[in-house]
């Protein structure tokens, strides 16, 4: 091979060149990794944000100390429903309920506690309880073990037990009765009759 005559540009003066080659040093791990730059990478890959850093929550939802101010605020202010029905226990709530606006014809069975808020004609087939609420109006003959009569009832009423009648109820016909409750207002077009001896006992 031939030499070209005079000095390299990139070689200083006696020779020595201006760049030293690096050499790498043979690696420990035989996929060409170092220790050092293996560590850095696993811990990168298997790093996860921690989940109550301000940084990882949603902006929505504003700082931990706020959200917690709210959940606070909203079980003091959270209070139970009253019971909806005056006058009947908890756990009497009623298992069938006419609802207002509502018109039914015919027979109609039920075992504990029927609610009337609408338009009732025909023969209820029960022993249990009726309510029949101020926009209620029932046109049949009632027989059953308690009642209370808030709207309107076209028909006789025949209870073993306590027979109630609120203000603004309106009755158009015969009552009988072991236990009779009369509120200001009500209107009776009818016979009534209370017989304490037959009521039943609980």
């Given at each position: 091979?031939?030499?070209?005559?005079?000095?390299?540009?990139?070689?200083?003066?006696?020779?020595?060149?201006?760049?030293?080659?690096?050499?790498?040093?043979?690696s420990?791990?035989?996929?060409?990794?170092?220790?050092?730059?293996?560590?850095?990478?696993?811990?990168?890959?298997?790093?996860?944000?921690?989940?109550?850093?301000?940084?990882?929550?949603?902006?929505?939802?504003?700082?931990?100390?706020?959200?917690q101010?709210?959940?606070?605020?909203?079980?003091k202010?959270?209070?139970?429903?009253?019971?909806?029905?005056?006058?009947?226990?908890?756990?009497?709530?009623?298992?069938?309920?006419?609802?207002?606006?509502?018109?039914?014809?015919?027979?109609?069975?039920?075992?504990?506690?029927?609610?009337?808020d609408?338009?009732?004609?025909?023969?209820?087939?029960?022993?249990?309880?009726?309510?029949?609420?101020?926009?209620?109006?029932?046109?049949?003959?009632?027989?059953?073990?308690?009642?209370?009569?808030?709207?309107?009832?076209?028909?006789?009423?025949?209870?073993e037990?306590?027979?109630?009648?609120?203000?603004?109820?309106?009755?158009e016909?015969?009552?009988?009765?072991?236990?009779?409750?009369?509120?200001?207002?009500?209107?009776?077009?009818?016979?009534?009759?209370?017989d304490?001896?037959?009521?039943?006992?609980?």
């Open positions: 091979m031939f030499r070209r005559p005079g000095k390299n540009s990139n070689e200083k003066e006696g020779g020595a060149p201006f760049y030293k080659e690096e050499q790498s040093s043979p420990a791990y035989p996929y060409g990794h170092s220790s050092q730059e293996s560590g850095d990478v696993s811990s990168r890959v298997f790093e996860t944000p921690l989940v109550n850093s301000p940084a990882s929550r949603p902006s929505h939802l504003g700082s931990e100390r706020n959200w101010t709210e959940e606070s605020w909203i079980s202010k959270t209070t139970p429903l009253p019971h909806p029905f005056q006058g009947i226990k908890k756990g009497e709530d009623p298992e069938t309920t006419l609802g207002e606006g509502v018109t039914f014809r015919g027979e109609l069975r039920f075992e504990r506690l029927l609610r009337i609408g338009l009732f004609e025909g023969e209820l087939l029960s022993k249990g309880k009726v309510i029949v609420g101020p926009k209620g109006t029932l046109k049949a003959n009632i027989n059953l073990k308690e009642a209370i009569i808030e709207g309107k009832v076209i028909g006789n009423i025949t209870v037990g306590r027979l109630e009648l609120r203000q603004g109820a309106s009755v016909g015969d009552i009988k009765a072991a236990s009779l409750s009369v509120d200001d207002g009500v209107k009776i077009m009818g016979l009534v009759e209370v304490v001896a037959n009521e039943t006992v609980q």
